[in-house]
């Protein structure tokens, strides 16, 4: 039986919420929601008739996003005198007393950690089928999401990083 049109429509308000969270960027996470769609319809017959459509999404998601973030990596091997981007590096003005939201300390999260607390809190997954979908053991699902919430605690209570660090090296 293969997918209807109806039921991937029905699901991409969670992947739209999973993906804007994933990636912390409207244009990136409507990119990811499409790239996950079009993968599911080109790979219907991978989905087993019967079984969870929104868990089977959420692991093609998760995989075009691991393998996105991996392709960035081998792309960041490029390098770029500073002096040339010294413009571009400057720091936007900001008040020392604002205070860092809620994104911007689930970005600060390792990639492992970030995702399994979205996919428990967010999307209401089990501990297994988080498990099933990282394609790790139970107890490593519930080290990482005992891990992230403790970060993001203490992200939360720290406030804003400072403006003025710049994690760059110059190249000679």
């Not at 996105?68 to 490029?78: E, L, N, S, T, V």
């Not at 010294?86 to 995702?115: G, H, T, V």
Request: hydrophobic share 45%.
């Amino acid at each position: 039986m293969p997918l209807q049109a109806a039921d991937l429509e029905a699901q991409i308000p969670q992947l739209r919420r999973y993906a804007r969270a994933l990636t912390g960027d409207t244009w990136a996470a409507d990119d990811l929601v499409q790239d996950t769609l079009e993968r599911a319809c080109d790979r219907w017959q991978l989905w087993k008739a019967g079984s969870d459509l929104r868990a089977w999404l959420f692991t093609v998601m998760h995989n075009l996003f691991i393998d996105g973030a991996r392709r960035a990596m081998r792309q960041q091997g490029r390098r770029v005198d500073i002096d040339d981007v010294a413009q571009e590096l400057a720091a936007p003005p900001s008040a020392p007393e604002q205070a860092i939201d809620l994104q911007r300390c689930l970005l600060r999260l390792p990639d492992e950690q970030r995702e399994v607390l979205l996919l428990v809190t967010l999307q209401d997954l089990g501990y297994e089928d988080v498990a099933r979908m990282m394609g790790t053991p139970v107890g490593t699902v519930m080290s990482r999401l005992s891990r992230a919430r403790a970060r993001l605690r203490e992200l939360m209570e720290a406030g804003p990083a400072p403006a003025s660090v710049v994690p760059l090296k110059r190249l000679k």
